[in-house]
């Protein structure tokens, strides 16, 4: 690919809602530009965006792709960013890279919240934004009903673009309010111009041009002094006039244009294609990027090509053949290929080896990318979310903020001696995924896989085996209970046993007594050396092997305090291990006399949520034996909820939240305390344990 200049790239990231039809956009824009000889279907695994295995067996999106293509004298980068929430790191760093966000809407159902979110992502990270009607030839689509949504949903920056022209309940032709000419399209989706409906005839319609024209004007007047004056005095804009006022309006966030298209037919694809080149905001026009100098002080990163190198990482893809993949926009300079940058997140040299441009999984290798471009870079050690820099100005773009895991399973290899494999091929998929962590539960002692819901680590358990030839079985994590006593005793623990030649012999007598300690405490009060001092050591010993284990459950003990008080010994037979031995056995007999209860681990849980769905929440973590502390309005319509809930019952919380908020809800959850478990619960609980070990 040739250099280009910054004013002629665009960087779009498709977003919205799982099935908005965002991959078979992508496809319909590749094939009408020419960068795909055919046109592919999602259904047939035959898409350029969707080549992942597994996304072609789910017939889904499961991470963020890169289409790079040639269209009219532009460079456009398209970033296909998936719509389902167990993903929802890919479209953050999609949205990151890209300077607009098209955000798909389906004609047939409406505004949904994976729309919402890209949404809200976009203002967040402060892009520009467009939203696109698809599946418009949907016998079920009515897209004047989604452009009210739209309104009522998103406010008055809503302005519509390209409209179609229903007659019957069927679309006869589609208007584009800028150019203000109507088109047909063939069964091949060229465009043949029309003549534009005309005030007579337009009782035939079921929308009436002039005020949808009228919307355009009024949002493009908003945009400068000079357009608001001339509209009021009723002059009509020209097209420049409009073009400009919504490329000026869409790049300060006061103009949201919204266009319709059909991927299957093409309908409208052309017009899109015209949209990018026209409306959309080259990297150059963007708000400068934040950064941070070594000194921690703010500077402002333009777009611009004589400007040192600056790069940010957004995306990084483990793939076994071809080693590590990082995804990267140029900010600012030049990035070439076989040069050594500044890596700025870690202060430590960088080896840049080739440089691609890609088109789904088509790479091509180039030697160098410029400021606002996209490319991918093999082998560097650079993680996402780093930055690249040129050594003579080191700067640090600040890191995208993910949601926290919030759904675990536990992981175990189907083959012995796959264990360290495991841990190796999933630190790979976690510099793939911020979202995934892999931690070892230090009291149940197993490894635990933790995502953003179920299909997130079903997916991951699939790429292990694709990726990496490792088959996990995937189990819900044991909860880590512990035992406690609740009364003082004092015990005996005797051990005697005579054989030929020297036998073994230790007494002792123990106080066992409830403390506060996750450890075990041991304290020793023997007068007249009842018990020599050499052997104090090896009663410790025997009471700290012993609370590993519990009379209850066999579950760790904790809050024990073991005080040596007395015993005997004999001069031949007494050893160490004699003593050890006895020690155990007043564990056993102290703890089963010392009224023994099993104790299980609460977390503090905070629930951010619609303020309608607060009561059913409420009612939900009351049935999961939670208790609700408090209730606190957060704006925009959401409340935080906080409560304290047990940990056995929070398995499958993330998947009734998403269900009950339609995927507007979230929460954290972090673990505080131990409590007693109800004595209900004790049989089943002991039972299951017992099962588990």
């Not at 990231?13 to 496809?27: D, P």
């Not at 452009?147 to 949903?153: D, G, N």
Request: some cysteine; proline content about 4%.
């Amino acid at each position: 690919m040739k250099e280009y200049d910054v004013n002629k790239v665009k960087n779009i990231a498709f977003a919205g809602h799982n099935g908005s039809g965002k991959t078979s956009l992508a496809e319909a824009i590749l094939y009408k530009a020419g960068a795909s000889d055919r046109l592919g279907k999602t259904a047939d695994g035959t898409t350029v965006c969707d080549y992942d295995p597994e996304e072609i067996k789910r017939q889904i999106s499961i991470s963020t792709a890169l289409a790079s293509f040639e269209y009219n004298g532009f460079k456009v980068n398209l970033l296909d960013t998936p719509g389902l929430f167990d993903f929802a790191a890919e479209m953050i760093e999609g949205i990151r890279a890209a300077d607009t966000v098209m955000i798909t809407v389906s004609a047939k159902s409406g505004v949904k919240v994976g729309a919402r979110k890209a949404y809200e992502e976009a203002v967040k990270q402060g892009k520009s934004k467009m939203f696109v009607v698809t599946k418009i030839d949907d016998k079920d689509a009515n897209f004047f009903n989604v452009l009210t949504e739209l309104k009522t949903v998103f406010g008055p920056t809503v302005c519509p673009v390209v409209v179609p022209v229903v007659s019957n309940g069927k679309i006869v032709e589609y208007v584009n309010l800028i150019e203000m000419k109507c088109y047909k399209y063939d069964a091949k989706g060229n465009a043949i111009e029309t003549e534009m409906p005309t005030a007579e005839i337009s009782e035939k319609f079921e929308y009436r041009v002039d005020g949808l024209v009228a919307a355009v004007s009024e949002a493009v007047a908003e945009t400068s002094e000079e357009l608001m004056e001339k509209f009021f005095e009723g002059e009509a804009f020209t097209q420049k006039e409009l073009i400009d006022g919504i490329h000026d309006g869409m790049n300060r966030g006061i103009i949201t244009p919204v266009v319709c298209t059909s991927a299957s037919d093409l309908a409208g694809i052309d017009m899109l294609l015209k949209e990018i080149e026209l409306l959309l905001p080259s990297p150059d026009e963007v708000y400068a990027a934040e950064a941070y100098t070594p000194t921690k002080d703010v500077v402002d990163v333009k777009c611009d090509l004589n400007d040192p190198l600056s790069a940010f990482v957004f995306k990084t893809v483990a793939d076994p053949f071809v080693g590590k993949m990082s995804f990267i926009r140029v900010m600012s300079g030049k990035l070439s290929s076989n040069s050594e940058v500044m890596n700025s997140t870690t202060g430590t040299s960088e080896k840049i080896g080739k440089l691609y441009s890609l088109c789904g999984k088509k790479q091509t290798e180039i030697p160098a990318a410029y400021a606002g471009d996209i490319v991918v870079a093999s082998k560097i050690s650079a993680n996402t979310g780093s930055t690249l820099s040129d050594p003579s100005r080191v700067v640090e773009f600040a890191a995208m903020e993910f949601p926290k895991p919030c759904y675990s399973m536990a992981v175990k290899a189907k083959a012995q001696g796959d264990e360290a494999k495991i841990s190796t091929s999933i630190q790979r998929l976690i510099e793939e995924d911020p979202t995934l962590t892999y931690v070892q539960d230090e009291t149940t002692k197993e490894q635990i896989l933790s995502g953003l819901g179920e299909q997130h680590i079903e997916v991951a358990a699939a790429k292990l085996k694709s990726k990496f030839g490792v088959e996990v079985n995937l189990t819900v994590p044991k909860i880590a209970y512990k035992e406690t006593i609740r009364k003082k005793v004092k015990v005996q623990g005797r051990h005697k046993k005579q054989s030929g030649g020297h036998g073994q012999f230790g007494d002792v007598w123990i106080e066992f007594e409830p403390c506060v300690s996750d450890t075990l405490v041991f304290e020793e009060k023997i007068f007249g050396g009842a018990v020599p001092k050499n052997y104090f050591p090896a009663v410790q010993k025997g009471l700290e092997e012993s609370v590993r284990k519990g009379v209850l459950a066999g579950c760790p003990v904790v809050g024990l305090k073991a005080i040596l008080v007395d015993g005997s010994y004999h001069p031949v037979d007494s050893s160490e291990m004699a003593f050890k031995t006895a020690a155990s056995i007043a564990y056993k007999e102290g703890l089963r006399q010392a009224d023994p209860v099993m104790l299980e681990p609460i977390g503090e849980l905070k629930v951010t949520a619609p303020d309608d769905n607060t009561g059913d929440i409420m009612g939900e973590l009351n049935k999961r034996r939670g208790r609700v502390l408090g209730m606190e309005p957060v704006g925009s319509g959401n409340t935080v909820i906080l409560a304290e809930v047990p940990m056995r019952e929070m398995h499958d919380f993330a998947m009734y939240l998403r269900q009950t908020t339609r995927g507007l809800g979230s929460f954290t959850f972090d673990f505080v305390r131990y409590e007693q478990l109800p004595a209900n619960l004790l049989t089943e609980v002991i039972s299951a344990v017992g099962d588990v070990e």
